[in-house]
């Protein structure tokens, strides 16, 4: 499984409900508001040291996933950014993995482990 604090921990999932059990995060997506300039230009609210943090962590999950051969799906609505938490990436939009599990069309929720 992925395990590194700067990526969402998958718990389980369940087929039959089309869901995936997720780490609770008190953070909100770089998307929102909170940190994203809804009106105009669309640039970061946050400050240096919040931008800092967010690139720091964001490559340290890149590289991560680099070596782990995963496809993801980077984008602002998929990272969440709070002061505690740092940045943390969810929803790695997965077709196919090779490792520990596979997750087949994520966005669904279907979660099968390897055999």
Do not use: T
């Not at 869901?19 to 770089?30: C, E, K, N, T, W």
């Not at 940045?87 to 669904?108: C, M, N, T, Y």
């Amino acid at each position: 499984m992925l395990q590194l604090e700067v990526i969402v921990e998958l718990f389980g999932g369940d087929a039959r409900l089309e869901a995936l059990i997720l780490q609770r995060i008190d953070a909100r997506d770089l998307a929102h508001n909170d940190w994203c300039n809804q009106q105009g230009d669309k640039h970061f609210r946050g400050g240096h040291g919040d931008a800092v943090r967010v690139l720091v962590d964001m490559a340290r999950a890149l590289q991560y996933l680099r070596e782990k051969k995963f496809h993801n799906d980077i984008k602002p609505s998929n990272i969440l950014y709070g002061e505690e938490a740092g940045a943390v990436l969810i929803d790695l939009d997965l077709e196919l993995s090779k490792g520990h599990f596979h997750l087949l069309e994520a966005r669904r929720g279907m979660w099968l482990p390897s055999i």
